[in-house]
């Protein structure tokens, strides 16, 4: 089975850190690179952070630079998002992604909702 399961959302406040997990199936891991992305109400869904398969390679929206950390554990085949001094305007709802090549997701978790309250 090929999937995607994202954890790790909830409701903070401006300033506070959260962890978002994706669990991946091994398909959906190996060899790929995993990207997060998010939605925001009423916006189009956003690119935030990306890793390579090989993990040597990080890109980071320019919002989030500085505060959110991408990583990737190969034996629990899982992503992570560190988000830390969440604002506002980072609330959406986060998916994880897969793909075999840069910028081309062809796997995606059903979202995680972050909602952080000023």
């Known amino acids: 089975q090929v999937q995607l399961v994202e954890s790790g959302g909830g409701l903070v406040q401006a300033g506070d850190s959260l962890r978002l997990s994706c669990a991946a199936s091994a398909r959906a891991f190996s060899g790929r690179n995993m990207g997060w992305f998010r939605q925001a109400p009423g916006k189009e869904r956003e690119f935030v952070a990306f890793i390579t398969w090989s993990g040597s390679r990080t890109v980071y929206t320019d919002s989030v630079k500085g505060r959110f950390t991408i990583s990737r554990d190969v034996a629990k085949t899982s992503v992570y998002l560190q988000m830390n001094r969440l604002k506002p305007e980072d609330t959406a709802v986060y998916y994880c992604?897969?793909?075999?090549?840069?910028?081309?997701?062809?796997?995606w978790g059903q979202g995680t909702q972050v909602t952080v309250s000023s």
């Open positions: 992604a897969s793909g075999s090549a840069v910028g081309a997701y062809d796997i």
